[in-house]
């Protein structure tokens, strides 16, 4: 069955470093992707998407391509900031319902 | 945005009881409400989709005897957890889309953090 895989956590980080969260996924047909966040105390916002290879999804300093040949989703940014501190997740996504198949979720913790 | 609220935020009861926890969309209406579950560690899981006036659809695995849900209008939905125990102890997310969202377009509530003691 489909499914999504991330690296796991906690990442720590200090403020203005580089950072990737890795994703790959399983799926049997071409779904869309998504990053979504989870800051403390928050429900989960969805922070950028792409919904067909070589895609880019960007928002807030954050990017991730869509990449069919490899399978995977990655969250990048290139200088990370203590209010990025929270939970990430990838999540895939057929469109039709609305049905989210999530990864396990990343922690990311930047220290000033 | 959307906002989505969940109550309570935090629920202890014993074992064998029932524990209800409501999902609200506070400014839009949902036509479709999702239920998730996440462990610690974990990724969040699909238990049901529910969609205003009709009756859930559950994932495999998921009781629908034990985790009731109930949609009822276009702004609230309901997850109770019957005869309650331990290894329900959990992390418990709803999430709301709206009639004319796009599908990736779902709202989640903060949460409800349930323990069975």
């Known amino acids: 069955g489909d499914s999504v895989t991330q690296m796991e956590g906690p990442v720590t980080l200090s403020e203005e470093a580089c950072l990737t969260i890795?994703?790959?996924?399983?799926?049997?047909?071409?779904?869309?992707l998504f990053w979504y966040v989870q800051y403390p105390g928050e429900g989960l916002q969805l922070l950028l998407k792409?919904?067909?290879?070589?895609d880019k999804g960007s928002n807030k300093g954050f990017e991730a391509t869509y990449r069919k040949e490899t399978t995977s989703f990655h969250l990048e940014k290139g200088s990370v900031q203590v209010s990025d501190s929270a939970v990430y997740f990838c999540?895939?996504?057929?469109?039709?319902?609305?049905?989210?198949?999530f990864g396990q979720g990343t922690e990311l913790s930047v220290k000033p | 945005g959307a906002v989505v609220s969940q109550h309570p935020s935090r629920v202890i009861c014993k074992s064998g009881t029932s524990v209800k926890i409501e999902c609200r969309s506070l400014?839009?209406?949902?036509?479709?409400m999702f239920w998730y579950r996440q462990f610690p560690k974990k990724s969040l899981m699909l238990m049901a989709t529910?969609?205003?006036?009709?009756?859930?659809?559950?994932e495999q695995g998921v009781e629908k005897d034990k985790f009731l849900i109930n949609h009822a209008s276009l702004t609230l939905s309901t997850l109770t957890v019957t005869s309650a125990h331990p290894e329900d102890s959990s992390f418990y997310i709803c999430?709301?889309?709206?009639?004319?969202?796009?599908?990736?377009?779902?709202?989640f509530g903060p949460g409800t953090r349930l323990t069975v003691t």
């Open positions: 890795n994703c790959t996924y399983t799926a049997t047909g071409y779904p869309s």
């Open positions: 999540a895939l996504s057929y469109n039709q319902g609305g049905k989210l198949i």
């Open positions: 529910s969609n205003e006036g009709s009756k859930a659809t559950y």
């Open positions: 999430s709301a889309r709206g009639l004319l969202a796009e599908p990736d377009e779902q709202y």
């Open positions: 792409a919904t067909k290879a070589d």
């Open positions: 400014d839009f209406q949902a036509t479709t």
